[in-house]
């Protein structure tokens, strides 16, 4: 069993910063890709995020140059994060963590619960 606790959504005003977190627990042999995903109202969900676990980075456009993901998984702590600068109306969403890795003895691809991002004009 796999749990993800995200942290860190609220609301903000544009051009501001927010800093999400997600805290991975569980049965853990391995974490592969982490990354963070955002569905907005009436809209598909999209990557924002994702770092695999040599630390290469993939960014969607829209948010390149403003967000930075980053993980730690030293001392067991298995925490993604996501840096969120400049912020604008368009960045308002519910921000997903997924994970994807290994227990001992299956393969994972599992999702946060979600935490809502509002940025006001």
């Known amino acids: 069993q796999v749990q993800l606790v995200e942290s860190g959504g609220g609301l903000v005003q544009a051009g501001g910063s927010l800093r999400l977190s997600c805290v991975v627990s569980?049965?853990?042999?391995?974490?592969?890709?982490m990354g963070w995903y955002r569905q907005a109202p009436g809209k598909q969900r999209e990557l924002v995020a994702t770092?695999?676990?040599?630390?290469?980075?993939?960014?969607a456009d829209s948010v390149k140059g403003r967000f930075a993901i980053s993980r730690d998984n030293a001392n067991a702590k298995n925490t993604v994060f996501l840096q969120m600068n400049s912020l604008k109306p368009e960045d308002t969403a519910v921000y997903y963590c997924?994970?994807?890795?290994?227990?001992?003895?299956?393969?994972?691809?599992?999702w946060g619960q979600g935490t809502q991002v509002t940025v006001s004009s």
């Open positions: 569980g049965s853990i042999f391995r974490i592969n890709t």
């Open positions: 770092i695999r676990s040599d630390g290469t980075t993939n960014y």
């Open positions: 997924n994970v994807m890795g290994a227990t001992s003895w299956k393969l994972f691809d599992d």
